[in-house]
């Protein structure tokens, strides 16, 4: 019992290192909603207009500089969706949402290109989400973290955040809550798998089937955030944290 418990007090810091990253991301949007030079870029309805590109190119200069204080955060990238344009800004580049696809996603089919695209658009309707690289080019090692940047000001702002979350980087931050033959599954507000880990004793990913995991865990009753299941005919001890940013 000693051990589960030191197992959860760990499992509960790492949990809030992760909800600090949000909180850094969130911080970001939110101080962008009050930059003029994002806004104008933002309510510009036509690409061709003739200060598209310039505006465009000189926002992409400052965004380089904009979370590089922030080392320790699980990122390999970032870039601002604008969705009135169908234009992307990123650290390295001002193009259209297809050309910045195929640069970032090379090998990507049209269909990858599609699903990706989608994702993207779809959070416009208010909400985030975690979107595994596997639906944008198959890219297992990396989750998309989208942003609805209406959702953080009264201000009518036609733009999709999305952050890069390197699969090893948020791996690594769980590390001593995982040892062999178990794993971590993340699940949203409705008790659907957001991303996991699991890995065997030779350090592989295993092949566990999320989506039935998950609905079995939303069937348990938590003592102290403690349970158990049986799963697959082994006899599995679950440990539950909840994230105090978003639930």
């Known amino acids: 019992e000693k051990f589960w418990t030191q197992n959860h007090n760990t499992f509960g810091s790492q949990v809030a290192l992760l909800d600090n990253a949000l909180i850094t991301i969130d911080a970001y949007c939110r101080q962008l909603t009050q930059d003029n030079a994002f806004l104008n870029l933002a309510k510009m309805e036509e690409a061709n207009q003739s200060s598209f590109y310039v505006q465009g190119y000189s926002f992409k200069n400052n965004m380089s500089s904009s979370l590089t204080a922030y080392p320790n955060l699980p990122l390999t990238d970032y870039f601002l969706y604008l969705r009135n344009t169908d234009y992307v800004a990123s650290i390295r580049s001002f193009r259209t949402a297809a050309l910045y696809y ?17 994702c ?4 416009g309707n208010g909400t985030i989400h975690f979107f595994p690289g596997a639906a944008a080019n198959r890219a297992a090692d990396i989750y998309l973290y989208l942003i609805d940047m209406n959702e953080l000001t009264y201000q009518d702002i036609a733009v999709t955040a999305g952050f890069k979350f390197d699969y090893n980087k948020l791996k690594s931050m769980f590390d001593d809550s995982l040892s062999e033959n178990s794993c ?31 609905d079995e865990l939303s069937k348990l009753s938590f003592k102290d955030d403690f349970s158990t299941l049986n799963y697959q005919s082994e006899k599995m001890h679950v440990t539950r944290v909840s994230s105090s940013f978003n639930n």
């Open 102 to 118: 195929a640069k970032d996603y090379p090998g990507g089919t049209s269909s990858d290109y599609e699903y990706w695209r989608n």
């Open 120 to 123: 993207v658009i779809t959070a």
């Open 184 to 214: 971590l599954i993340v699940l949203d507000d409705s008790g659907q798998p957001v991303f996991c880990f699991a890995e065997d004793e030779n350090g592989q990913p295993t092949d566990i089937d999320y989506a039935t995991l998950s």
